[in-house]
Structure formats: structure tokens, C-alpha cells
Nanobody, 128 residues
Framework: VQLQASGGGLVQPGGSLRLSCATS????????IGWFRQAPGAEREGVSC????????YYTDSVKGRFTISRDNAKNTVYLQMNSLKPEDTADYYC??????????????????????WGQGTLVTVSS
């Protein structure tokens, strides 16, 4: 069971990036996937989550209206489209899943402790 995040890079404020989370070893269509980020010296924070069957999505307040999470089960990939990026979005971004759980935890999706399968991070730097 693996998750692999990619797509990070250096972007100017106001720019866009699309992160990808490629999955393998499990049926993506039955799993919720979360995106997290961790800035230097800060705790890991939940950014977004997408459920499997109903496709419900959740976003932390700081990214609502700017980030969009989506999934392509046929490609075993979950995406995080990030627009209007700000310097405070700079962080390592991770995707994760909770084994056997198809839906995001409605009130706890942002808590890293519930997730037990993590990919490596991809660095996003927003700077002029």
C-alpha cells in the first residue's frame, strides 16, 4: 500500500500548482484521501479531504475558495488544485488515508492521528 505525492515547486504569490497523490496497492475507490501540510517549525495540519462513494469534500478555512480536491479512481490518483497561492501556503504537502475507511471523518478529517498510511511530502514554496 503506497501513496506518492508530487507536483510541488516554486511559485510566485497568486500563482497555481496542482499536486497529485498517486496510490497503489489498494482500491482507491473505497478510500477517503486527505491532504496535509507542514511548514517549518509548525505542526502538521489538515488541508482537505475527499470521500470515496459520495465524493464529499472538506477544506480548512484558510484554503476554502482557493484549493480544490478531486479524484480520478481510474487513474488511482487524487489531486489538489491550488490557486491564488500565498506565502503562508509554503509547506511540505502530504497525502494520507485511513485504512479501510471510505469516508472523510466529517468533524475530524483534519486530524493527522486518524490516518495510518502516508506518502512522502512534496515541497511547495510560494515566494517572489
Amino acid at each position: 500500500v503506497q501513496l506518492q505525492a508530487s507536483g510541488g515547486g516554486l511559485v510566485q504569490p497568486g500563482g497555481s500548482l496542482r499536486l497529485s497523490c498517486a496510490t497503489s496497492g489498494f482500491p482507491l475507490e473505497h478510500y477517503a484521501i486527505g491532504w496535509f501540510r507542514q511548514a517549518p517549525g509548525a505542526e502538521r495540519e489538515g488541508v482537505s479531504c475527499i470521500s470515496s462513494s459520495d465524493g464529499n469534500t472538506y477544506y480548512t478555512d484558510s484554503v476554502k475558495g482557493r484549493f480544490t480536491i478531486s479524484r480520478d479512481n481510474a487513474k488511482n490518483t487524487v489531486y489538489l488544485q491550488m490557486n491564488s497561492l500565498k506565502p503562508e501556503d509554503t509547506a511540505d504537502y502530504y497525502c494520507a488515508t485511513e485504512r479501510g475507511v471510505p469516508e472523510c471523518r466529517r468533524h475530524d478529517y483534519y486530524r493527522p492521528g486518524f490516518y495510518d498510511i502516508w506518502g512522502q511530502g512534496t515541497l511547495v514554496t510560494v515566494s517572489s
